[in-house]
């Protein structure tokens, strides 16, 4: 009798053992989507900071082209073999130009090449590559006898490594632009421009520019390939530009003014660049916008890359940190003029003003246009004082136009409660929320939307990082720690497709020699981009958005953060799959198994991707990819309709299962 008990006790012992030590499996339920997921769910953030746009993603080799920093010099080295006072001039036409007020007057007697130049050293130096072609212009005036102008590109030892001649052919003292292309002999991550002037004569000159012949779609005068490809294999959603704290500016003088930066790149007007002095330990005296890159080709690269444009606006208030000036009430009309005309100019027809001026800069197709930010990071009753004045404003013309509002700098804490507050009794169409935070906010916040209002506003996560050290410091890193966080997070998101419709991961670009804020989602040299892992999980995201959002529970309760996992699923219609996400944020490996309930067959054969790293591990120049997706083969129990898992330490996984 004593045995039998002792049987009984071990068989119960044992299975309650085995039961304790085999999970429940996961489901997801294929037959009832619970919402849509909109195609602009997974998106970008681009500002111009960290060299983003000037010495980034613009293609522009030479810094302060038209002298118009605040030293009009900076970036340019005078060589001279014998000294004349007065060779080299900074001249100031304000009277006639205000646009582009400076320009250089270089004069000369019987010079030969050698004898008097200018050198630019670029952006921390220029990226060359051998064999390419360079194409070097000015904008020049003379009247006397023609000087001659050799441009030579440098070496980082001082060795010539290509050269071209431009003998400007007008000497009638108006200004005209000319142009000589020449090929480099030889790659260079940290090149020059020198220029030497022969002849006897005066030449002012102005738009001093060398561009690289391989920009994105070949574009004269447009955009770095390298980079613009990083974004495009990303498939955003949208693209949001210009920023971003460069929108609101130190001051409302410094704020962006997308009317500044469209037409003739020579009219548009440099401005100081706000990350030019924000941070103490990271100053970038020589950084500038000189807007080379402006509002019509931020749309047109949205175009390019088949993203909705997302413009953010100045709402009539400078960054709050900085100078916190306001625009008073009765001064915001050219603002709200400036967000209405914004739409003008991208939607409107060739016969309207603005609709105009975008088809003679080569667009006469309208962008399509679809929302707009109005204000970055603004916060308290002065910003929603001049929001409701511009939502008026806009709705009254555009009733179907979406607009984007600030909830501040954080998640969280009063502002963001009076925010949250207002905004939703405003019924704002879409709440902008920020958050630079540690890993383990990510981890603890994967349910955050979970309780969100399904009806009201929706929420458009607009910049987010893990930040594995507090600000935004030299000590953080884009580890594979963060970027597991971001993944574990972003389940979140998608399980709350219906509310959270938009989300972008910032900052974007940092060149690696003038980066002002760390992390940053791909790092840059003159020549050379890598993404980091956080670009991978977005990208995973992104090519894997599927466009309706299945419920995926263990024990009817969504993953986030159980056992340290964090899931979340959905259907894509178009290819007829099912999409699992699951990120393991544990150090041990986990077996799951995976129910697949209310479909009907499956193809045995399905895909798996899986990102998975030591949590320290990070990308390089030189191991680009040691953090990145690899694909495998899975089998699918097609009659039992479970797939299981092995889910290493600390790992994300994508599968894709097709139904048949
Ligand atoms: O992404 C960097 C900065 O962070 C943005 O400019 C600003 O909006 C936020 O504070």
């Not at 060299?51 to 810094?63: N, T």
């Not at 790149?265 to 941070?279: D, H």
């Not at 309207?352 to 204000?375: D, E, I, S, Y």
């Not at 987010?464 to 507090?470: E, R």
Request: proline share 5%.
């Amino acid at each position: 009798m004593n045995r039998i008990i002792k049987t009984v006790s071990l068989f119960v012992a044992t299975t309650l053992l085995a039961q304790a030590q085999t999970p429940n499996p996961i489901k997801v339920n294929v037959a009832q989507p619970v919402s849509e997921i909109q195609p602009t769910m997974w998106g970008i953030f681009f500002e111009d900071i960290n060299l983003g746009a000037d010495g980034g993603i613009y293609a522009e080799l030479v810094k302060n082209r038209s002298f118009e920093f605040q030293k009009p010099l900076m970036g340019w080295k005078i060589e001279r073999k014998t000294f004349h006072e007065g060779e080299v001039l900074i001249q100031n036409r304000a009277d006639k130009n205000t646009a582009n007020p400076r320009f250089v007057s270089v004069k000369v007697e019987n010079a030969q090449k050698g004898d008097l130049g200018l050198t630019n050293e670029g952006f921390r130096g220029m990226g060359i590559k051998n064999g390419l072609r360079y194409d070097f212009s000015v904008m020049y005036r003379q009247s006397g006898s023609p000087v001659k102008v050799h441009a030579e590109l440098l070496d980082a030892k001082g060795q010539v490594i290509g050269e071209g001649t431009l003998t400007p052919s007008q000497t009638d003292g108006q200004w005209h632009r000319q142009a000589v292309s020449f090929n480099a002999k030889a790659t260079e991550a940290k090149g020059k421009l020198r220029l030497w002037f022969e002849g006897n004569g005066q030449i002012d000159l102005d738009m001093i520019s060398l561009f690289p012949e391989d920009t994105w779609k070949g574009r004269p005068g447009g955009m770095r390939a390298d980079m613009i490809q990083k974004l495009a294999d990303l498939k955003p959603g949208f693209i949001r530009f210009p920023g971003g704290c460069i929108v609101e500016g130190f001051d409302l003088n410094n704020r962006y003014q997308w009317k500044k930066t469209i037409g003739p790149i020579e009219e548009r007007q440099l401005i100081m660049n706000r990350w030019n002095i924000e941070f103490a330990h990271r100053p970038a005296p020589d950084y500038f916008q000189t807007f080379g890159l402006g509002f019509f080709e931020y749309l047109q690269l949205a175009e390019d890359i088949g993203s909705e444009a997302l413009p953010i606006l100045n709402c009539g208030m400078a960054c709050q940190f900085n100078s916190a000036e306001v625009v008073p009430m009765d001064q915001l009309e050219p603002y709200v003029q400036d967000a209405l005309d914004l739409i003008e100019f991208a939607n409107g027809d060739i016969n309207t003003t603005w609709g105009k001026v975008r088809a003679q800069m080569g667009h006469p197709a309208p962008f399509n246009l679809k929302m707009m930010g109005v204000g970055n990071e603004n916060w308290g009753p002065q910003y929603i004082e001049r929001l409701k004045v511009f939502t008026k404003a806009i709705k009254a013309k555009y009733p179907n136009f979406k607009l984007i509002n600030s909830s501040g700098t954080d998640p969280n804490g009063d502002r963001f409660d009076y925010l949250n507050k207002e905004l939703r009794a405003m019924n704002a169409d879409f709440i902008d929320e920020h958050y630079y935070r540690a890993p383990e906010w990510f981890l603890k916040n994967a349910g955050r939307y979970d309780s969100y209002d399904r009806n009201g506003s929706k929420v458009f996560a607009g910049e987010y990082a893990s930040h594995t050290n507090n600000g935004a410091s030299a000590s953080n890193r884009n580890t594979w720690r963060a970027a597991l966080s971001e993944a574990a997070f972003m389940t979140g998101l998608e399980r709350n497709a219906a509310v959270v419709q938009m989300a972008s991961y910032a900052p974007l670009f940092a060149h690696v020699d003038g980066w002002q804020w760390n992390p940053d989602l791909i790092w840059v040299d003159n020549l050379q981009s890598f993404g980091t892992p956080s670009y991978y999980v977005q990208q995973l995201y992104s090519l894997n958005r599927g466009t309706h959002v299945l419920s995926m529970t263990q024990n009817n309760q969504p993953l986030i953060g159980q056992d340290s996992l964090y899931a979340s699923a959905s259907w894509d219609k178009a290819s007829n799959e099912i999409i699992l996400k699951i990120a393991n944020n544990n150090s041990q490996a986990q077996v799951r198994e995976i129910q697949l309930d209310g479909v009907k067959k499956l193809d045995p054969n399905a895909k798996l991707i899986v990102m998975q790293s030591d949590p320290n591990s990070v990308n390089t120049f030189e191991e680009a990819l040691k953090v990145s997706p690899s694909e495998k083969k899975i089998v699918v129990n097609a009659k039992t309709k479970k797939v299981s898992l092995e889910l290493a330490p600390y790992s994300f996984y994508v599968v894709r299962i097709k139904t048949l």
